[in-house]
T-cell receptor
Framework: NAGVTQTPKFQVLKTGQSMTLQCAQD?????MSWYRQDPGMGLRLIHY???????DQGEVPNGYNVSRSTTEDFPLRLLSAAPSQTSVYFC???????????FGPGTRLTVT | AQKITQTQPGMFVQEKEAVTLDCTYD???????LFWYKQPSSGEMIFLIY??????QNATEGRYSLNFQKARKSANLVISASQLGDSAMYFC?????????????FGAGTRLAVHP
């Protein structure tokens, strides 16, 4: 099993550009989520999904969209990038609501 | 409010000594879970140990143990016999059920440096 994979590993965007961060897992986990980690802080939840077709907002959802068309994939879309979205983004998945969350390796995003 | 507090921004320890990283939490839920993750300089999040709110015994995983004091709402991580490879950021996190989802709330982290 590859676990949770994320692409790209690094990305630089200009203000106003849009892009999609990819996340995939091969563990047949129903639950997936996106977190962001800013310098000197822990991770904060952006969006999450409890199954294909079902998504909801976390603590810091503004400026991001998600969709979940398959169990395996959970892409995160930045609609119009802003410097405040410069961060490291982690995708995570878990088998159930109380299961251990498995994290991907992260995507380091810089918006100039 | 649900919150995790890690009051030690940085700690250092001599190799082979034990070290305790502090974590206090705040929640009104009866059912919750507490996690510790390690984040080395390479950036990935590595799961270390888990304690459920109803677990009566402290969790242990190899050199890691969790000192769970429910009445004090603390969940300190103890690393015994520190190794140079233990140098990393350590995050305490609390699992809370929110809208049917297992959400993790993280503390700000503690940077541990292990000196030879």
């Amino acid at each position: 099993n590859a676990g949770v994979t994320q692409t790209p590993k690094f990305q630089v965007l200009k203000t106003g550009q849009s892009m999609t961060l990819q996340c995939a897992q091969d563990m047949n986990h129903e639950y997936m989520s996106w977190y962001r980690q800013d310098p000197g802080m822990g991770l904060r939840l952006i969006h999450y999904s409890v199954g294909a077709g079902i998504t909801d907002q976390g603590e810091v959802p503004n400026g991001y969209n998600v969709s979940r068309s398959t169990t395996e994939d959970f892409p995160l879309r930045l609609l119009s990038a802003a410097p405040s979205q410069t961060s490291v983004y982690f995708c995570a998945s878990s088998y159930g609501p109380t299961g251990e969350q498995y994290f991907g390796p992260g995507t380091r995003l810089t918006v100039t | 409010a649900q919150k995790i507090t890690q009051t030690q921004p940085g700690m250092f320890v001599q190799e082979k000594e034990a070290v305790t990283l502090d974590c206090t939490y705040d929640t009104s839920d009866q059912s919750y879970g507490l996690f510790w993750y390690k984040q080395p300089s390479s950036g990935e999040m590595i799961f270390l140990i888990y304690q459920g709110s109803y677990d009566e015994q402290n969790a242990t995983e190899g050199r890691y143990s969790l000192n769970f004091q429910k009445a004090r709402k603390s969940a300190n991580l103890v690393i015994s016999a520190s190794q140079l490879g233990d140098s990393a950021m350590y995050f305490c996190a609390m699992r809370v059920l929110s809208g049917g989802y297992n959400k993790l709330i993280f503390g700000a982290g503690t940077r541990l440096a292990v000196h030879p």
